[in-house]
């Protein structure tokens, strides 16, 4: 791959002097990332809805939920080569279109099955967008500026992430339950044309020539069979299916197959669709992707079961599930910026003080919740969201900016890439796997066990992703200590 994966030292393409309309441009891509990672979201309070109004099973409407994130995350690492590679104007254009096509086709859908394809499509147009915004701030940011661009994508994050379920709770009270969640999806249009239009005037065209030899097909139809293995057996489940559980069985192969096909498209001097070689000459990296990967995957299901428990459950409306789920974005967006800023003198610490507060805050609601009233909800559950939250905004825009730290921009998008491919794989299984555990504990004892078991379920994984947030510390200081 020549300079153009030179690990660490100055890029060949880094740009001296930084773009004036930098701060400008960074502000549409985050209105971009905002629709696509708020569809995450917004969907949430809707599952209840979109169950009766399409007469699906509680299976089916999980594909709608978790179908978007799996083909998100599948296309996010080739989205991003294909920005490093033909401009991030252009393939910004192309995904922006393809999802306001794709978002009127889920808003009008006659079935479920109609509904579930414009999703996966939808998905997968979102993530030829999201990666262009890594890709974008390793370009015109550097030093602590690009730790305070990481910041404002953290708190993009955190945003999107609480209005969903106020957003969709709104609409659906407003309009009515069937029309409701349809405006959910048809809301997408016009933000996504006003949008279209920043994008062609203000981002801008990429100067030189690119590597377009080679689009990692392969590698990408390898990644994507081994996530199908581990996603589709957790949602069959739900159904009560177990034989698709011996798809499992073919992770581990796939996965060794897809890291020995990289490395030799890496050794044909091609560009593959996660360069391998990375992980282990990058630390950060490395250890990065796995902490997003579990961070999602512990947090992100937290809202769908809690928003499925308090509608089924307790009875409450979609808005006023909304407004409880609310105060986790409130305290991500307090501390993400702050956070963005800190990680430049602090490091990883940031990272391990806030999984420490979000795991705290989620075992407390776990304690606390259950048994407990409508109207105690909000001085118990809508208080310790807020805390966990404060936790939560310390979490992406410090592992963002600390595991591309090293990376070269020119191959940022791609690499960006795969750290949100991380993410979105984490967000899908983690919503599969919790909401898995809630309906069968709900099924074998009640509702209100069954939001407790998800709650400690989400707090072991994230005490993964604090172990290896310690780990990557401890080796970050012995290789300050060690002699040049």
């Known amino acids: 791959m020549g300079d153009r994966t030179t690990r660490g030292g100055a890029d060949p393409l880094a740009v001296d002097e930084p773009d004036p309309r930098r701060w400008h441009i960074l502000?549409?891509?985050?209105?971009?990332?905002?629709?696509t990672l708020l569809d995450v979201t917004v969907v949430n309070v809707a599952v209840?809805?979109?169950r009766e109004g399409l007469d699906a099973s509680a299976g089916t409407v999980q594909w709608v939920v978790s179908g978007y994130a799996l083909t998100f995350g599948l296309v996010l690492v080739a989205g991003g080569h294909l920005g490093d590679a033909y401009g991030r104007r252009r393939i910004m254009t192309i995904g922006l279109i393809a999802f306001i096509v794709a978002s009127a086709?889920?808003?009008l859908a006659p079935g479920a099955g109609w509904m579930i394809a414009?999703?996966?499509a939808q998905g997968a147009a979102a993530g030829l967008l999201t990666p262009q915004n890594a890709g974008l701030i390793q370009e015109l940011f550097t030093g602590p500026e690009r730790g305070r661009a990481f910041g404002?994508?953290?708190l993009t994050v955190a945003v999107a992430s609480g209005i969903g379920p106020v957003l969709g709770g709104g609409i659906i009270a407003l309009a009515g339950t069937d029309l409701g969640w349809r405006l959910i999806f048809l809301v997408n249009v016009p933000i996504g044309l006003v949008a279209l239009v920043a994008i062609r005037r203000l981002v801008p065209v990429p100067r030189g020539d690119a590597d377009r030899e080679h689009i990692d097909v392969v590698g990408a139809l390898i990644l994507g069979l081994s996530v199908l293995c581990l996603l589709y057996p957790l949602i069959a489940a739900e159904s009560g299916e177990r034989l698709p559980l011996l798809l499992v069985l073919a992770v581990l192969p796939l996965a060794v197959a897809f890291v020995r096909w990289e490395r030799s498209v890496r050794a044909r001097d091609?560009?593959?669709l996660l360069d391998v070689g990375m992980l282990s000459e990058l630390?950060?990296?490395?250890s990065g992707i796995v902490i997003g990967t579990l961070y999602f995957a512990g947090f992100t299901g937290v809202f769908l079961t809690s928003s499925v428990w308090l509608q089924e459950v307790r009875d409450l409306s979609a808005l006023q599930s909304g407004l409880l789920l609310t105060p986790f974005a409130v305290g991500a967006a307090i501390t993400s910026t702050p956070a963005g800023r800190l990680v430049s003198r602090a490091g990883r610490l940031v990272t391990i003080v806030a999984l420490v507060v979000i795991m705290v805050g989620f075992s407390a609601m776990a304690w606390m919740t259950p048994g407990q009233t409508d109207q105690a909800l909000w001085w118990t559950f809508a208080p310790l969201l807020l805390f966990a939250g404060l936790g939560g905004g310390g979490v992406v825009a410090p592992n963002q900016t600390l595991t591309l730290q090293d990376v070269p921009p020119s191959v940022g998008g791609a690499a960006g890439g795969a750290l949100q491919t991380g993410q979105r794989i984490g967000s899908a299984l983690g919503t599969a796997a919790l909401m898995t555990v809630y309906g069968l504990t709900a099924s074998a004892h009640d509702g209100d066990?069954?939001?407790r078991v998800s709650l400690l379920v989400s707090v072991v994984v994230l005490g993964l992703a604090l172990a290896v947030a310690v780990g990557s510390h401890v080796q970050a200081g012995r290789r300050e200590a060690a002699p040049d």
């Open 118 to 120: 414009a999703r996966l």
């Open 152 to 154: 404002y994508f953290g």
């Open 449 to 451: 066990t069954a939001l």
């Open 27 to 35: 502000a549409v891509t985050l209105v971009v990332g905002f629709m």
């Open 48 to 50: 209840p809805s979109i």
């Open 283 to 286: 630390p950060t990296y490395g």
């Open 105 to 107: 086709a889920v808003g």
């Open 270 to 272: 091609r560009q593959p």
